[in-house]
């Protein structure tokens, strides 16, 4: 099955309303083990990088990484890049074979400029067969160092639905109460609001800040259209505890491979548990 465009992807999902994880992977054992989870359970996946990983392992070095893996894989997978407000990387992210980008222009002066700027990044992106995920609102939270804990206003549905239409993104990421990182306090999801937009203009939504959010509100925002749904705390929770608890019960071990297949071993349970509270197990098949 191997790599596949996000589109075709995202349109199954959001036709059948199932959900597709999008794991924020920071290395090549993180790569590996999304796709194993996927690959056991016969499902499509998404995995995409931020900005902060782009540049540390370099576009080049993780595309090729992501094509040795996923290449192999017997499902759907593709490859996305989450929050990108800097067009050069964006640029450099598509010339090296990333299936789909977030232009995140939720910060520019207005939503005439976000929208100008995201209708130049659709057509560079389809001279690349890819697609657009497109934000007017930040989603509140930093995410590896991109968008900001201040909670965005939120704009009419109008105004959503425009940005929507005359831009032509494939994937539309509102604001709905969602946040990047731990909640610290139970959030308050604005539901309604997915499928309002979904009700004017049938585009796949994606569901920000996954990590923490309840099984039933995962179900409701699913079953409304959020057909892409973006997971990255938990993964480095796996990995980051996963480390930790290793070390705590191997204080004098040695051995690098010992430590690595129990940490891969934590990414992919984290990855098997989301994949299937979305709905995605067999959708592959
Ligand atoms: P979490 O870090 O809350 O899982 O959010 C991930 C995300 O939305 C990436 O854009």
Redesign the pocket.
Known sequence: MTIVSTGEIIQDAFSRRYGVA?F?VVNDLTLEAVIAAASELQAPLIV?T?VKTVKQIGAGTFAAMFRAYADRAPVPVALHL??CPDRAVLSTCLENGWNSV?FDGSHLPSVAENQRQTIEVVAEAKKYGAQVEGEIEG?T?V?DGIGSDDVADIFSLETAVDFVRSTGIDIFAPAIG?????YTAAPVIDAQRVSDIVAQVPVPIC??????LSKETFDDLIARGCAKV?????L?IAYMDGHREFFAANTKTQDPPKLLAFVRGKVKDMATDHIRMFHGEGKAA
């Open positions: 999008a924020n995409q931020s989450d929050h977030l989603i939270g995410e969602n946040a990047h990182g731990v569901l920000h800040g996954g990590t923490g973006n997971i990255s705390t938990a480095k």
